[in-house]
């Protein structure tokens, strides 16, 4: 059965400082791994990493891929109270159906 | 561009009333479709998924089925709810290995 594990369940910082979300998956015929964002309802994409070792950035987020130790990690640097959401990891099997199976999110707290 | 709606955003229910939640997808044809819930501290979990018109899968057995009478259109549904239905619904479609989401539907079952 396809898993994803993310760690820490929930997180608390100060502003201004840098923090590092986990994801580790078991997944048959991994496709990609996707980052996202929930704050009050819906989340909301932050990458997608399909390579190994290529780093994704945007702004002071980033995420890289290692497809052989299978997990990811996304970076936050210089965290704002904007950045306090729950981030989900999805990963996708090759096989059809485009199915995301969700790990049970890092709640991240940024407190001023 | 593509849009997802989904209503309604909010709900109330008392146990062993029904449900129907709607989500329809403008601005594209043919997608796959999915029902997540999302129950309060946990991730989201697939229910559902369509790839075309009445065609359905069902992740995990449960109280709820799905229906999806147009190509655009995906509905969740139940005769009688639980107490455990409680939780946040997700309606998403897929593109390109993206998952894009609606809103969301708020269901508190007392």
């Known amino acids: 059965e396809d898993k994803v594990v993310q760690s820490p369940l929930s997180l608390v910082v100060h502003e201004g400082d840098t923090v590092t979300l986990n994801c580790s998956y078991e997944?048959?015929?991994?496709?990609?791994l996707l980052w996202y964002k929930q704050e009050k309802k819906a989340p909301t994409f932050l990458f997608m990493l399909?390579?190994?070792?290529i780093e994704k950035k945007s702004g002071r987020l980033s995420s890289i891929l290692d497809k052989k130790e299978l997990f990811s990690i996304l970076n936050i640097t210089a965290t704002q109270t904007g950045d306090s959401a729950v981030y989900l990891c999805?990963?996708?099997?090759?096989?059809?159906?485009?199915?995301?199976?969700f790990g049970k999110g890092t709640k991240l707290t940024v407190n001023p | 561009s593509q849009t997802i709606h989904q209503w309604p955003a909010t709900l109330v229910q008392p146990v062993g009333s029904p449900l129907s939640l709607e989500c329809t997808v403008e601005?594209?044809?043919?997608?796959?479709l999915y029902w997540y819930r999302q129950a309060a501290g946990r991730g989201l979990q697939l229910l559902f998924y369509?790839?075309?018109?009445?065609?359905i899968s069902s992740e995990v057995p449960q109280n709820l089925s799905a229906s999806r009478p147009q190509d655009r259109q995906f509905i969740l549904s139940s005769k009688k709810l639980l107490l455990s239905d409680s939780g946040f619904y997700l309606c998403a479609w897929n593109s390109a290995g993206e998952l894009f989401f609606g809103e969301g539907s708020r269901l508190t079952v007392l």
């Open positions: 369509s790839v075309g018109i009445g065609q």
């Open positions: 999805a990963v996708e099997a090759q096989g059809g159906s485009e199915k995301l199976v």
């Open positions: 601005g594209t044809s043919n997608p796959n």
């Open positions: 399909t390579s190994s070792g």
């Open positions: 997944v048959t015929n991994f496709r990609s």
